[in-house]
């Protein structure tokens, strides 16, 4: 217990989730393979730009059918099984591509991969949502997000060497760190699909994650606010990654030659903003409901990203990433838990499966749409959209929060009575 109090905000979290927190970073530390994908198929493959992004977007469609089955599956049959199952088919499709050198194959088991991991993701977020209580997500979410990101700050490092020096072990490298995590869920967290039939189970639970009886949409449909709540979130993903493709035009436009390493310095800045901060601000809005810190996060999406439109000078641009940093930890932290805590026990998997997919739509089609609006259009414009598009998702997040609220007596009261 001594231990314990130096966790801060973590301290009353289960042992299951601080093996999963291990787990995401030690995969993260391996993910060798997908960041250098482009690369790999251009350089040792010898595609062309448009067939490396054909395959690109093979890989990124793979995920989605992949999703919704694990989802499905993980509901069905429970959550352990699905994870080690589909995890170690991700993995398995790596070790094949460390031999076969510049085959066409390759393309091909890294979309089968996607598919696979896919498959997985719901499976271990349903994992935490049983293994947390509505009073508790808030800080699971943070310290798996924090896990995650440690990992991935070691991941591309140690990629990059060996990508110029011993390419084969980028496959082999993904693929042992992957069997590590899935020996760490396989032998120290115990199967976490609820029964159904327990009464007990059922009275832990606040109202919006009861068992439902119906389908996924049907589930799905009886809670709008949710359904609100994710078209919010794929709105604020298409202005986050604005960092990725309107940000490094803007640094190329305004410093030339020196884009490049002001981006990684970015980049950077961005990494250990997330490592550094993401404990303190979920010990600062510990109290707070996660749909509020969701808006909270717009508002410092809307002022990051929106001061971009008018400055020149470097440390502002470091200034503004540390900003929107805050917001994306505010975001993805409480966005997790606030699905979470609205999700019918019975739908675990469908709805973690359904959830990513929708608050990617943003990243899939933001590069597009801005790229069709800047043939018109100014670079900085863009961070003008961003600010006054940020500052309307948090205010709406805002008046979901005070219909939430003024509801919830009235739900109690429906409780009371049964």
Known sequence: MSIRRFLGPYQHLSNSIFIIFFARMVNSAGHFVM??????????????????????????????????????LADILGRKRIFILFQSLAACSFIPCAFLESSMLIPWLLILSSFFSGAAGPANSAMVADLTKSTNRKEAYSLLYMGHNLGFAIGPLAAGFLYRNYLPWIFIGDAFTSFVSIFLVAKFIPETKPDLEKKEIHEELSHNEHAETGSFIAALLKRPVLCIFMLMIALYSFIYVQHHFTLPLQLEEVFGEKDASYYGMIMTTNALTVVFCTTLVTHLTLKLKPIFCVGLGGL???????????????????????????GEILVSTNGMAFVANNTPISHRGRFNAIFPIIAEAGHAVGPYLTGKYLLSHSLRSVWRLAFFGSLSVACLLFLLQMMESMRSPEINREQEQI
């Open 35 to 72: 960041p250098f994908m482009v690369m790999f198929l251009r350089d040792k493959i010898g595609l062309n730009p448009e067939q490396t992004g054909y395959y690109m977007m093979l890989a990124a469609f793979a995920y989605v059918p992949g999703s919704i089955a694990g989802g499905k």
């Open 300 to 326: 410092f999406y809307g002022i990051g990203f929106g001061m971009l439109f008018g400055i020149n000078h470097f440390y502002l641009y470091i200034l503004s990433t540390f900003i929107w940093t805050l």
